[in-house]
């Protein structure tokens, strides 16, 4: 166990493992614990604790045991109520392996800082952490410390303290949007909107994973995961080549306990297919200053209204010049129109437009260019 000289208080060997009423490791020195250490007095690191055994304080109720200095512990152990266990100022107690520490009903084991300010653990592994009294503890792993039926006595950073047993609360979720029956178009970017909130220990910077189905939640995909609660996430919508019919989302929140809360669309919603054929359009002008004319050929996916609009961009924006809209039939339908500005009056100058075909009934459009003579 000892590589190099230290001071240790009165040491010996039992078949429960080693015990020592003191430990002090010299700067230069290593201890290297691979089986139990039992330790019922301070524990004074100035220099390598090494191994992967525990190192159990055992004072015993009314006992106040100091541990200076940061070590870099395998398993910490303390059961014994009534110990007051004191950790030097700003000093850092690191816990690869499991920390234990499970006091008594009626008598805990009190957490202290050996002066003002915080002291630090970090505890990697498993933790059973009960009937504790914690004060200015900064806890700098990045998942909280449970503590059940304990006393929260101020100051603690990252610990989820509670008076009774566990934190069993799971996050409530809402979902806002989609929420059934929105048709949706492929290729789209749409805004999935939802609440969480949780009233146990509350949640971390990125709790939140979306996920799609098209199976109306028979099977799951992911959307994203690991984002923050913003209650909102702009959704590039994935192509279809046929309508998707039983579409949902599920949004749902991790918290600092370990708890998840879901939800997902309480209904289907459709995603619409990108139209496959494009218009046919000509475009012809008989003379200048004279209004150009359309001729649009198009097929139409459902009989119902279609939008023909065609739009103008400068730079960065676009408007609408020219608004029309025409009774259709499933399969080919076609547009005549003369194209007169609707911001001027007058005939649209010749140039490259966007032309789209909108069908409010289903929320499909389709793009396409046009030259205007």
Known sequence: MLKQSLTVLVIFALAGGA???????????ILDVNAALNVSGDFINSGTLAGNGTVAFTGGSGATQNI???SNFYNLTCTDGGTQLNFEFDKTQTIRGALTLTGQAGSNIVLRSSSPGTWEIN?????????VDV??????????????????????????????GPDDISPVVTVEAPNGEELIQSGSTYNIRWSATDEGSGLPS????????????I?????????????A?????????????????????????????????????????????????SVTRTSPGRAATLLLNFQSPNAGEAVVVIEEYTGETSRIIFKGQTAVTEGMNSFTADLISQITGKPIERGVYTLRIFYPATGRKVDTKIVVP
């Open 123 to 131: 505890p990697q592994g498993a933790r059973q952490v009960t009937r």
């Open 135 to 164: 004060k200015d503890s900064n806890n700098i792993h990045s998942t909280a410390i449970q503590a059940s039926n304990s006393i929260d006595s101020g100051n603690n950073i990252n610990w989820f303290i509670h008076a009774t």
């Open 233 to 281: 996430y702009s959704w590039l919508v994935p192509p279809v080549a046929s309508d998707l019919t039983a579409c949902r989302i599920r949004v749902e929140a991790l918290d600092l306990a370990g708890n998840t809360g879901a939800d997902t669309s309480d209904a289907d919603f459709t995603v619409l297919a990108v139209p496959t054929e494009k218009p046919l359009s």
């Open 68 to 70: 200076a200095g940061s």
């Open 19 to 29: 015990f020592a009423s003191g430990i002090i490791i010299s700067p230069g020195t």
């Open 206 to 217: 990125n709790p939140i994973t979306l996920r799609f189905s098209s199976d109306s939640g």
């Open 219 to 231: 099977t799951w995909q992911i959307i994203t995961g690991g984002i923050e609660n913003t209650g």
